[in-house]
C-alpha cells in the first residue's frame, strides 16, 4: 500500500481539486460528503467532522 506526501495518517491525501475528488475520497474518512477548505476541497461535511474522523477513527486510534 503506497503513502503519498501530505497525506493524512492512513494515507489518503486529505485535499483535493474538486468537491467530486472529496466526496470520493470521504468514504475512506469514514465520513460523507465534502467542504471547501480555502480553493481546495476536503472530505466529510465540515471540518469538524473530518478532524474527529482522522483524529479518532479508522487506523491509529490510542486507548487511554
Do not use: V
Request: hydrophobic share 20%; aromatic share 6%; proline share 3%.
Amino acid at each position: 500500500m503506497g503513502y503519498s506526501t501530505g497525506s493524512s495518517k492512513n494515507g489518503t491525501p486529505a485535499l483535493f481539486n474538486t468537491k467530486a475528488e472529496a466526496e470520493k475520497a470521504a468514504k475512506q474518512f469514514k465520513c460523507k460528503g465534502a467542504h471547501q477548505m480555502g480553493d481546495k476541497w476536503m472530505p466529510c461535511k465540515s471540518h469538524k467532522d473530518h478532524q474527529m474522523k482522522k483524529n479518532h477513527g479508522g487506523h491509529g486510534h490510542h486507548h487511554h
